[in-house]
């Protein structure tokens, strides 16, 4: 207990506003920033697409110069973009070829537990089998493994007794599995993976970590979603971060997610989308200056402890986790990219048109991770001890990722014509309103070159095709990608503007769960 | 199998040099795009680089598959759609404009290019051989025209789609009667038969028979010359006025076509530019009470262009179906489409020459009828 009587909360995670969710949760002056806070992504993504159209119709020499400069622009990201993923492909596929096993032998690492905590809702057995079975086949020793399948109160009797079968297939097989139950309409909660996270943390830790003394520092955390499968080093590659890791208590530890589990049944258009979070992950891999932690992640108990286990009120909780970490942490809280994948389920349902919904609304779901912005803006306001420049650039940061989710997209595939369409007469006649779209169809083009890299990325991350499929679904998966500008504009840049427009009129989203296979 | 990942993480120096080699790459292509996209091209005169404004001409074209020249040059990868080309790069002065293919009649303009500015035109070829759809009083069962031996006459100059076969009898009752064929006798009898104004030509003719009328057209009750009605579409009129034809455009002057302006400039800039006519009708307009409109200090806009009639008796005359920049007239020896566009000249082509054709358009389509024959005048070349 020496560990545990050292730990405790950390003083800005006491603030009461620490786990503010949403501006009438604040009063006063405060509510009024953080309301103003939430306004504004929507507020600057809609003044630049109405800037675009206005700028066509009344200065439209002005926008067709900017929309060149951003069709270079956007040439140029893309081939940055391509970098980091050419690069992390390299060293996930190094990664995978590591016996991590062997390398992590030069830790004393006995100690160590790692909680896995596997928040369902209605999902089918086999999502459920699908996750044991890759934690029971791993390469580590599974007594180590505490595992806990929390379940939804308001998902019914079902879910309880799929928890509780469970529960006793796989009693033998690791060092403690239970079942815990997160009752329904606990106030101050959404319904969601994070409050039952957050309740599941709270239950293991009563129920197993206290009792068992076990110390929270030599607990490692992961929260998956259930549909997780790990690869059979995660734990080995996981700990050697852990241990090599700078600030290992102050590191969150992020896997790349591969949407595999189900893509050889999954449509085209949902293996493009799910190809594509992947590539955005292994991006951010590479970027963990600007990563915040996503989906199936890692992190210390004792850093969790710190904080109260993050929020339960939140949408995005995967990420908003980091962000409480970081800000309790006074900027002292990184993200350690571990270049080892997760498999996980791509977004299917069981029509195409279900498929679509699914997919959008998953993406709104993660596009609504807007909600942080204003979180970490109010609480770089008021924790003062963070650096200035840390707060500056990762305000500025992530303020522009949000805003090129939604307005990037859009400008480029659709606006990039509107001075033709919209311009004035004078602008018609001109030579520059007839080289406009030539020049920004060439600079597509050359950005669509990223595609083929996409694709060749695509299909090596591809798991073996299973039988019953043909040998000609390579050439589909191979050509997908020409769907990217639809996709990008219908699964990003729409559901981002949805999700950055309900914030704005504090029509607050809930959370979504993404259903996990056909049944 | 390595025991240790011996590839680092991507370094915050590395990606820093990534970064910044590409913000300048940014820094120099911005200025280069900038330079080019309004028409700055760089020249070469022998050893010399000049910096040099250029423009463009657009050509629009009713055939997808035409030859386009430009001052005696073939011009080649400009097409921008289906059926309209861009050529980049022409440096200002005036240019010939070459629209040709095999079996279509040759269009040629002379046009003007400014530099920063885009020259626009429309390009009309008609065949060479008239194209015609038959349509006879009886097909067979599967709907092949049935063609009278007194027929063949009009089928040796022209091109039909789709097959007929010849009678060899006058016996009917295993054909099928051309509900079609029945449609058109009407509208043509209607207009020999009727007692309106379609029996008088635009210029005196007494001794030519009634020939023709138009079926559909939109007659906006002008003041015209009573037996020949004006016809609107568009948002322009086509009249007729002290014997002659005319175009004129009763629509927002901010949306009026190109053709129908001309630049600024002086009696012989606009004369080299546009021809004598045009500065004629400009010179004229000022003396009236209606100037020309000049949308800004550079443009000068005439409401009214006149069709070139080639001298003739016109019988009839309407826009041709689906198209407001070219007008179909029926002259003493044919069936004519003339361009409304006069800079420099108007192209008029002959679509059908025959004996002594009549006309009449109804529902978008063109159908003449001709030595005994009823038939659709097409615009294009028969592809089988």
């Given at each position: 207990m020496a560990e545990k009587s050292t730990t405790s909360r950390l003083p800005y995670a006491e603030r009461p506003d620490f786990k503010v969710a949403r501006a009438y949760e604040l009063t006063g002056t405060d509510r009024r920033l953080y309301r103003t806070l939430e306004i504004l992504p929507g507020l600057v993504a809609w003044i630049t697409l109405i800037g675009v159209v206005l700028a066509s119709m009344y200065a439209s020499f002005f926008a067709a110069y900017f929309i060149i400069a951003f069709s270079i622009y956007w040439v140029l990201k893309t081939i940055f973009l391509s970098y980091h993923v050419r690069y992390n492909w390299r060293r996930l596929k190094h990664h995978l070829a590591i016996d991590w096993q062997q390398s992590i032998a030069q830790f004393p690492h006995d100690q160590i537990h790692h909680l896995v905590i596997l928040p369902f809702y209605k999902e089918p057995d086999e999502v459920l089998e699908g996750a044991l079975k890759g934690l029971a086949d791993t390469r580590y020793d599974k007594q180590k493994l505490i595992v806990v399948l929390a379940a939804e109160e308001r998902a019914g009797s079902e879910a309880v007794a799929l928890g509780r079968r469970m529960v006793s297939t796989w009693s033998d097989t690791f060092g403690k599995i239970l079942l815990t139950v997160h009752p329904d309409g606990l106030p101050g909660e959404i319904p969601g993976k994070g409050s039952n996270t957050h309740f599941a943390l709270t239950q293991v830790l009563h129920s197993v970590i206290d009792p068992q003394q076990i110390p929270y520092r030599d607990i490692l955390v992961s929260i998956f979603d259930v549909d997780t499968v790990v690869y059979p080093d995660y734990f080995n590659c996981l700990l050697w971060h852990f241990f090599k890791a700078k600030n290992p208590y102050k590191s969150a530890f992020q896997p790349v997610p591969l949407f595999t589990n189900n893509l050889w049944e999954a449509p085209a258009l949902s293996r493009v989308m799910a190809m594509s979070s992947t590539f955005w992950q292994m991006i951010m891999q590479e970027r963990p200056d600007r990563a915040a932690t996503f989906s199936s992640h890692s992190v210390s108990f004792q850093a969790l402890y710190e904080i109260g286990f993050g929020q339960a009120n939140v949408v995005s909780e995967d990420s908003r986790i980091f962000w409480n970490l970081m800000i309790a942490n006074?900027?002292?809280?990184?993200?350690?990219?571990?270049?080892?994948?997760?498999?996980?389920?791509?977004?299917?349902?069981?029509?195409?048109?279900?498929?679509?919904?699914?997919?959008?609304?998953?993406?709104?779901?993660?596009?609504?991770?807007?909600?942080?912005?204003?979180?970490?803006?109010?609480?770089?306001?008021?924790?003062k001890r963070i650096p200035l420049r840390k707060r500056l650039v990762v305000g500025a940061l992530q303020g522009e990722g949000y805003w090129s989710l939604v307005t990037n997209p859009i400008m480029l595939f659709i606006l990039g014509w509107a001075p033709i369409y919209l311009g004035t007469q004078e602008f018609h006649t001109t030579v520059l309103s007839y080289e406009l779209p030539i020049i920004v169809r060439n600079l597509l083009v050359i950005a669509m070159a990223g595609l083929v890299v996409s694709s060749v990325i695509s299909l090596s991350l591809t798991p073996p095709r299973p039988e019953g499929h043909s040998r000609f679904k390579y050439v589909v998966m191979a050509l997908q990608w020409i769907m990217v500008p639809l996709t990008m504009i219908v699964f990003s840049a729409i559901p981002g503007l949805d999700a950055q427009t309900r914030l704005m009129f504090g029509r607050y989203l809930g959370f979504w769960v993404t259903p996990k296979r056909v049944k | 199998m390595p025991a240790e990942p011996i590839?680092?993480?991507?370094?915050?120096?590395?990606?820093?040099?990534?970064?910044?080699?590409?913000?300048?790459?940014?820094?120099?292509?911005?200025?280069?795009?900038?330079?080019y996209t309004p028409g700055y091209r760089i020249s070469y005169v022998g050893d010399t680089a000049t910096i040099m404004p250029t423009g463009g001409l657009y050509v629009n074209t009713d055939t997808t598959e035409i030859e386009l020249w430009v001052n005696e040059e073939p011009v080649r990868n400009a097409r921008l759609f289906r059926s309209a080309y861009y050529i980049q790069n022409i440096e200002a002065g005036m240019h010939r404009v070459v629209a040709q293919q095999t079996g279509l009649q040759t269009w040629v303009k002379n046009m003007p290019v400014d530099p920063y500015l885009v020259a626009e035109v429309t390009a009309f070829n008609l065949p060479v051989v008239p194209q015609i759809r038959l349509i006879t009083e009886y097909e067979t069962a599967t709907g092949t025209a049935v063609v009278g031996s007194n027929q063949l006459t009009l089928l040796q100059g022209v091109s039909t789609t789709p097959p007929y076969i010849m009678s060899t009898s006058s016996a009917t009752s295993s054909l099928v009667r051309n509900q079609e064929y029945d449609v058109l006798t009407t509208l043509f009898a209607s207009?020999?038969?009727?007692?309106?104004?379609?029996?008088?030509?635009?210029?005196?003719?007494?001794?030519?028979?009634?020939?023709?009328?138009?079926?559909?057209?939109s007659a906006d009750g002008g003041t015209s010359t009573p037996s020949l009605p004006n016809v609107v579409r568009n948002d322009m009129r086509?009249?007729?006025?002290?014997?002659?034809?005319?175009v004129e455009w009763i629509g927002n002057l901010n949306r009026i076509p190109n053709y129908f302006c001309i630049a600024s400039g002086t009696a012989s800039t606009t004369i080299a530019r546009y021809g004598q006519h045009v500065f004629d009708q400009v010179t004229a307009l000022w003396a009236t009470t209606t100037p020309p409109w000049n949308p800004d200090a550079t443009k000068l806009c005439r409401p009214v262009i006149p069709i070139n009639r080639l001298r003739q008796t016109v019988y009839a005359m309407d826009f041709v179906p689906g198209r407001s920049d070219l007008v179909v007239l029926l002259l003493e020896?044919?069936?004519?489409?003339?361009?409304?566009?006069?800079?420099?000249?108007?192209?008029?082509?002959?679509?059908?020459?025959?004996?002594?054709?009549?006309?009449?358009?109804?529902?978008?389509?063109m159908y003449a009828y001709d030595q005994g024959v009823y038939f659709e005048l097409l615009l294009t070349l028969i592809t089988s």
């Amino acid at each position: 207990m020496a560990e545990k009587s050292t730990t405790s909360r950390l003083p800005y995670a006491e603030r009461p506003d620490f786990k503010v969710a949403r501006a009438y949760e604040l009063t006063g002056t405060d509510r009024r920033l953080y309301r103003t806070l939430e306004i504004l992504p929507g507020l600057v993504a809609w003044i630049t697409l109405i800037g675009v159209v206005l700028a066509s119709m009344y200065a439209s020499f002005f926008a067709a110069y900017f929309i060149i400069a951003f069709s270079i622009y956007w040439v140029l990201k893309t081939i940055f973009l391509s970098y980091h993923v050419r690069y992390n492909w390299r060293r996930l596929k190094h990664h995978l070829a590591i016996d991590w096993q062997q390398s992590i032998a030069q830790f004393p690492h006995d100690q160590i537990h790692h909680l896995v905590i596997l928040p369902f809702y209605k999902e089918p057995d086999e999502v459920l089998e699908g996750a044991l079975k890759g934690l029971a086949d791993t390469r580590y020793d599974k007594q180590k493994l505490i595992v806990v399948l929390a379940a939804e109160e308001r998902a019914g009797s079902e879910a309880v007794a799929l928890g509780r079968r469970m529960v006793s297939t796989w009693s033998d097989t690791f060092g403690k599995i239970l079942l815990t139950v997160h009752p329904d309409g606990l106030p101050g909660e959404i319904p969601g993976k994070g409050s039952n996270t957050h309740f599941a943390l709270t239950q293991v830790l009563h129920s197993v970590i206290d009792p068992q003394q076990i110390p929270y520092r030599d607990i490692l955390v992961s929260i998956f979603d259930v549909d997780t499968v790990v690869y059979p080093d995660y734990f080995n590659c996981l700990l050697w971060h852990f241990f090599k890791a700078k600030n290992p208590y102050k590191s969150a530890f992020q896997p790349v997610p591969l949407f595999t589990n189900n893509l050889w049944e999954a449509p085209a258009l949902s293996r493009v989308m799910a190809m594509s979070s992947t590539f955005w992950q292994m991006i951010m891999q590479e970027r963990p200056d600007r990563a915040a932690t996503f989906s199936s992640h890692s992190v210390s108990f004792q850093a969790l402890y710190e904080i109260g286990f993050g929020q339960a009120n939140v949408v995005s909780e995967d990420s908003r986790i980091f962000w409480n970490l970081m800000i309790a942490n006074d900027g002292n809280f990184d993200t350690v990219s571990m270049s080892y994948p997760i498999a996980m389920d791509a977004t299917v349902a069981p029509t195409v048109w279900g498929t679509i919904k699914n997919i959008y609304r998953q993406h709104r779901r993660w596009a609504y991770g807007t909600e942080n912005w204003p979180y970490i803006i109010y609480h770089f306001i008021k924790n003062k001890r963070i650096p200035l420049r840390k707060r500056l650039v990762v305000g500025a940061l992530q303020g522009e990722g949000y805003w090129s989710l939604v307005t990037n997209p859009i400008m480029l595939f659709i606006l990039g014509w509107a001075p033709i369409y919209l311009g004035t007469q004078e602008f018609h006649t001109t030579v520059l309103s007839y080289e406009l779209p030539i020049i920004v169809r060439n600079l597509l083009v050359i950005a669509m070159a990223g595609l083929v890299v996409s694709s060749v990325i695509s299909l090596s991350l591809t798991p073996p095709r299973p039988e019953g499929h043909s040998r000609f679904k390579y050439v589909v998966m191979a050509l997908q990608w020409i769907m990217v500008p639809l996709t990008m504009i219908v699964f990003s840049a729409i559901p981002g503007l949805d999700a950055q427009t309900r914030l704005m009129f504090g029509r607050y989203l809930g959370f979504w769960v993404t259903p996990k296979r056909v049944k | 199998m390595p025991a240790e990942p011996i590839i680092e993480l991507l370094s915050y120096q590395r990606r820093k040099r990534f970064f910044w080699s590409l913000v300048l790459i940014f820094m120099i292509t911005l200025p280069v795009a900038i330079f080019y996209t309004p028409g700055y091209r760089i020249s070469y005169v022998g050893d010399t680089a000049t910096i040099m404004p250029t423009g463009g001409l657009y050509v629009n074209t009713d055939t997808t598959e035409i030859e386009l020249w430009v001052n005696e040059e073939p011009v080649r990868n400009a097409r921008l759609f289906r059926s309209a080309y861009y050529i980049q790069n022409i440096e200002a002065g005036m240019h010939r404009v070459v629209a040709q293919q095999t079996g279509l009649q040759t269009w040629v303009k002379n046009m003007p290019v400014d530099p920063y500015l885009v020259a626009e035109v429309t390009a009309f070829n008609l065949p060479v051989v008239p194209q015609i759809r038959l349509i006879t009083e009886y097909e067979t069962a599967t709907g092949t025209a049935v063609v009278g031996s007194n027929q063949l006459t009009l089928l040796q100059g022209v091109s039909t789609t789709p097959p007929y076969i010849m009678s060899t009898s006058s016996a009917t009752s295993s054909l099928v009667r051309n509900q079609e064929y029945d449609v058109l006798t009407t509208l043509f009898a209607s207009s020999t038969q009727g007692t309106s104004s379609p029996r008088v030509s635009l210029l005196a003719v007494p001794e030519l028979p009634p020939r023709f009328r138009f079926a559909t057209t939109s007659a906006d009750g002008g003041t015209s010359t009573p037996s020949l009605p004006n016809v609107v579409r568009n948002d322009m009129r086509l009249s007729v006025r002290d014997g002659e034809i005319y175009v004129e455009w009763i629509g927002n002057l901010n949306r009026i076509p190109n053709y129908f302006c001309i630049a600024s400039g002086t009696a012989s800039t606009t004369i080299a530019r546009y021809g004598q006519h045009v500065f004629d009708q400009v010179t004229a307009l000022w003396a009236t009470t209606t100037p020309p409109w000049n949308p800004d200090a550079t443009k000068l806009c005439r409401p009214v262009i006149p069709i070139n009639r080639l001298r003739q008796t016109v019988y009839a005359m309407d826009f041709v179906p689906g198209r407001s920049d070219l007008v179909v007239l029926l002259l003493e020896d044919g069936v004519y489409v003339s361009e409304i566009d006069d800079w420099s000249w108007q192209n008029t082509q002959r679509l059908y020459a025959g004996v002594e054709p009549r006309l009449v358009i109804d529902n978008g389509r063109m159908y003449a009828y001709d030595q005994g024959v009823y038939f659709e005048l097409l615009l294009t070349l028969i592809t089988s």
